[in-house]
């Protein structure tokens, strides 16, 4: 079956950068675009960017624009999400997500929590 | 960009009961808009997209209606396993946007 698996939580420092990666399974990688959203506590969901998995084209957030990497490598079935000079703000849920183009995103990772904290 | 407001923010209701939502845009999205259900700790999971489209697998009595600037999503008999966080989330243009959510507890 369709499948997107996360890296695990991780604690940073604030001005350090995280790195979330979401593997694909049970599909052809190349055939879909990956987004990434992210949900602050208690918050509504935050778009932030997304690739074409098969051209490796990319679209990002204004607000994220300066901050956020979003690449992938076709023989790893994976796609990276990098944040860069993490603040407090950037505390969230990272979720990784299929765009399924009418469909809107039709499977989704299990999420990534990032704490940044002194 | 396109701002989404939903109401009511929260609302409890008994087993059986029928359900609204409603998801009003900032501007006219036509009939590009989906509803997830989202539980604590969980991934959303899609429930309607292009605004009246039922998801596979998801049971019939949930629906969708609405175009242009006003949406609504109804559970027609609410079950216990409903309650949940629903989100509408635009997908007209660039920025994507989703709406502040409404947590439906079920009584």
């Known amino acids: 079956q369709v499948q997107l698996v996360q890296s695990g939580a991780a604690v940073k420092k604030p001005g350090a950068s995280v790195r979330v990666s979401c593997k694909a399974s049970g599909y052809t990688f190349t055939n879909y675009t990956i987004q990434w959203m992210r949900q602050a506590p208690g918050q509504r969901l935050e778009w932030m960017g997304w690739?074409?998995?098969?051209?490796?084209?990319?679209k990002y957030s204004q607000k994220f624009q300066d901050r956020v990497t979003i690449t992938r490598d076709t023989s790893a079935n994976t796609v990276y999400m990098d944040l860069t000079s993490l603040r407090s703000e950037d505390t969230a849920m990272y979720y990784c997500?299929?765009?399924?183009?009418?469909?809107?995103?039709?499977?989704w990772g299990q999420g990534t929590l990032v704490t940044v904290s002194s | 960009d396109i701002q989404m407001t939903q109401s009511p923010s929260t609302l409890s209701a008994s087993v059986g009961d029928r359900v609204t939502i409603t998801c009003r845009a900032s501007?006219?999205?036509?009939?590009?808009l989906a509803w997830y259900l989202q539980k604590a700790g969980k991934a959303p999971k899609l429930l309607i997209y292009?605004?009246?489209s039922l998801e596979s697998g998801v049971p019939s009595r949930f629906s969708g209606t609405g175009s242009g600037t006003e949406f609504t999503l109804t559970i027609s008999s609410l079950q216990p396993d409903d309650s949940a966080t629903y989100y509408c989330h635009h997908y007209y243009s660039y920025p994507l946007t989703f709406g502040p959510g409404t947590k439906v507890d079920v009584k």
């Open positions: 501007q006219s999205i036509s009939t590009w």
């Open positions: 997500a299929r765009w399924a183009g009418q469909r809107t995103f039709d499977t």
């Open positions: 690739i074409d998995a098969g051209s490796g084209y990319t």
């Open positions: 292009k605004a009246s």
